[in-house]
């Protein structure tokens, strides 16, 4: 059986969905044998979501006995720790049978898809679930069920790719407080185990990343693709005591949220690759977010460098009018909010100079606003600045916001394989 549980916590309660999931854990090993847990990031553009939009799901073969034992410890585990007195949370849970799922695999593998990629409505999840029979319970208006259902159907259909997270907890007497961790013994930790793990520091900006600051019972979480490695830095971490901590199978990190796109194509809260020319230089706006416009054969759109992706906005600085460029991220009032960015062929590179003069051979100097050049010691004049042809600073290939910036389903350069065109933040 598929257990799949989606939105138990809130925004300014200490809980979170991941930390349910270890409680099940704990409470249901005796009873059934399981495989890692899983924890599914869905749409990041969901509105709902109280901040990652996570879900978990959890692989279990049990004897048919024991099932309603199972099912009724699940569902007291959300009653107990579920944040229901917040207006925002509706949680809800899912038992999916192997034997239901196999003769739904391309609908459910359809649902889980669109939940990562697109929305969903609880309507739709609910008739899913009548329709083909799938024990289920919904808490209040059951929005929970959408995350749910979709992280069972993701984990019965296997994942694309995937990474892992080691999630460390608090003890329940230091939720909401500071946070306390030995900052030299986390980028040692990261320095013994990168790139097998990463975003566990953010070198440029000099900031700890593995860390939350929410009232939430998260001490840190050590991502990467390396089980041992990601045990290994985990170890090394010096900080307050630790109450629980659980590995999860992810798909943090695999770009699942991302599909091709045209301009013309691409909608409001989906996140898309789009290829398109840049059409004039960026600029940066107040708040220091940095805006440049991309056309393809169907239109034009924003894209945007914000203020969080820090030193990535320099990169986006120096594009010009006519390279080509192919822009990841998610799309919000009909901007692009970049996550990465692949510098396909750059145009030339002009730089303007007063021109010579033509009987002295030396620079002339500008006339005045809007009246051209003049040689101060023959007089002569001309309208035409000289034009040089300079080499591009950038160099083509794909590049990413830094770690601090990092959307949970982002991959990582580090991640990827083909090293020639690649520039991982660091
Ligand atoms: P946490 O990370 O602490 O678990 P969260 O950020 O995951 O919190 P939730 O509290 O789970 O946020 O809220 C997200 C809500 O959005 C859930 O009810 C989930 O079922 C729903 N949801 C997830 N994906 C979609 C989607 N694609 N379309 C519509 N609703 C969705």
Known sequence: MIIGID???SK?????????GALVVERISALVQSTVPYLLRLNPNVRFKTRGNAAVAFDVVLDKREMEKVKQICCNLIEEFAV????????????????QAAGIRSRLEDFSFRAVRDFITIAEAKNFLRDCHIAHV??????????????????????????YELITYRKPENWGRKRFLVEKSVWAADSLSYPHTWDTVDYHN??????????????????????????????????????????????????????????????????????????????????GHVIFTIKDPTGRIDCAAFEPTKNFRWLIKQLETGDIVTVYGSVKNNTVNIEKINIGQLSPRVTIRNPVCCACG??????GRGQGYRCKKCKTTSSIPEEIETLPQLAPGLYETPPVARRHLA??????????LVHPSR
């Open 84 to 99: 229901l007195s917040d207006p925002n949370t509706h949680p809800g849970i899912v038992f999916l049978t192997k034997e």
């Open 411 to 420: 991959k990582p350069l580090i991640r990827c394989n083909d090293w020639t």
């Open 12 to 20: 300014t309660a200490g809980m979170c969905t991941t930390y349910l």
């Open 138 to 163: 919904g808490y209040k208006n059951g929005r929970g069920l959408i995350g749910a259902l979709a992280a069972a159907g993701l984990v019965f259909n296997s994942l694309p790719d995937h990474t």
């Open 7 to 9: 939105d138990t916590d």
């Open 206 to 287: 000099c900031r700890i990343v593995c860390s939350p600051h929410g009232p939430d019972p998260v001490l840190f979480g050590i991502r990467g693709d390396d089980v041992n490695a990601i045990e290994h830095a985990s170890k090394i971490i010096q900080s307050e005591p630790i109450e629980k901590r659980l590995l999860y199978i992810t798909n943090q990190g695999t770009d699942m949220h991302i599909t091709d796109s045209s301009v013309a194509e691409a909608m409001d809260g989906r996140s898309y690759k789009i290829k398109g020319m840049v059409t004039e230089p960026p600029y940066a706006i107040s708040g």
């Open 362 to 367: 030396k620079r002339m100097k500008s006339a």
